[in-house]
């Protein structure tokens, strides 16, 4: 019940021990922000079995949401 006020969340930042929030949630976007740590990233993106996409910058828009979840390190 606490995570029924994040239903329907399209982007969603986390740290790197953020992915049971994700898989719970299931955002369009998960932004994970890079953090000094390298292997608590890398686990991360293991633990979502998602690609990640190493960005500088993120534009998102309701019409550009994917329809499955996509994970941007920034």
């Known amino acids: 019940k606490q995570l029924d006020w994040l239903d329907g969340v399209d ?19 998960v932004i994970q922000i890079e953090n000094e740590n390298k292997a608590k990233t890398e686990e991360f993106i293991q ?3 998602l690609e990640a996409k ?3 910058k993120l534009v998102v828009n309701k019409l550009g949401l994917p329809e499955e979840t996509e ?4």
């Open 47 to 49: 633990t979502l079995g």
């Open 54 to 56: 190493k960005e500088k």
């Open 71 to 74: 994970l941007v390190i920034l």
């Open 11 to 29: 982007v969603l930042l986390v740290s790197a021990e953020g992915a049971d929030l994700v898989k719970q949630i299931g955002p369009s976007w």
